[in-house]
């Protein structure tokens, strides 16, 4: 069987669009999202090209994360690459008036889904000596900006998570390697601004901002390298983009 990647947050955005990326080039496909209508939608899309698989659950949920991935029959267990996209961002608020409603589901969505999924999945590569686990963070995680304390200390984690995971895998032969997209137009802003398409549209106005297949291009390019080279770390901007709140409007 070909490498086979496991890939959360499959449903939209950054998720669907390395799905789409690895098909093309054979990577066999384990889909995660909470949204069963399109992981089907996305599966059968991609089952003309590669063999896929689907596997329904919340990040943040635990027991819900090691129930599903240790149902996965063989040879779906040896996954080769492991790709940590699901995430959130909720709101949009000084740290005096944030919802701790909010702080919660970022803390549980971006580190300690994150980690669950990683410890599900990393024991295996280990017994395997090989493996590539790509960590989504963002230029929030590089620096913090007014407003979003809460939501760029979870991106912060990534970063740490990703730089630990190196210091323990690399011996057993795993690559880490951690992404930090600038302004990608995905769902994102909706979801950070509860369904205001209005508010949402105005983060991407006056520039072009990167689109999901930029992030899934470099990810494809990180786990296409030869085995001598590790693709570390990657920021990437928009061309307009200059820093994490810094684009050059027209």
Known sequence: MSRIALITGATSGIGRATAIAFAKV????????????RLEELASFLSSQVKTTT???????????????????????AIDILVNNAGNAHGLSSIQEGSLEDWDAMIDGNVQGLLYVSKAVITGMVARSR?????????AGKQTYA????????????????????????????????????????????????????????????????????????ILYAVSA??????????????????PTTIYRK
């Open 147 to 218: 407003n979003g304390a809460v939501y760029c200390a979870s991106k912060k984690a990534v970063e740490a998570i990703s730089e630990g995971m190196r210091l323990d895998l690399t011996q057993h032969g795993i690559k880490v390697t951690n992404v930090a997209p600038g302004a990608v137009e995905t769902e994102f802003s909706l979801v950070r601004f509860k369904g205001d398409e209005e508010r949402a549209a105005k983060v991407y106005e006056g520039f072009e901002p990167l689109l999901a297949e930029d992030i899934a291009d470099a």
């Open 226 to 243: 030869p085995a001598r080279v590790t693709i570390a770390d990657m920021t990437i901007y928009a061309s307009a983009q200059s820093a």
């Open 55 to 77: 596997l329904l659950f919340d990040v943040s949920n635990k027991e819900a994360v090691f129930s599903a991935i240790e149902s996965l029959p063989e040879p779906w267990r």
């Open 131 to 139: 493996g590539h686990i790509i960590n989504l963070s963002s230029v």
């Open 26 to 37: 054979g990577i066999n496909l384990i889909l995660c999202g909470r949204r069963q209508e």
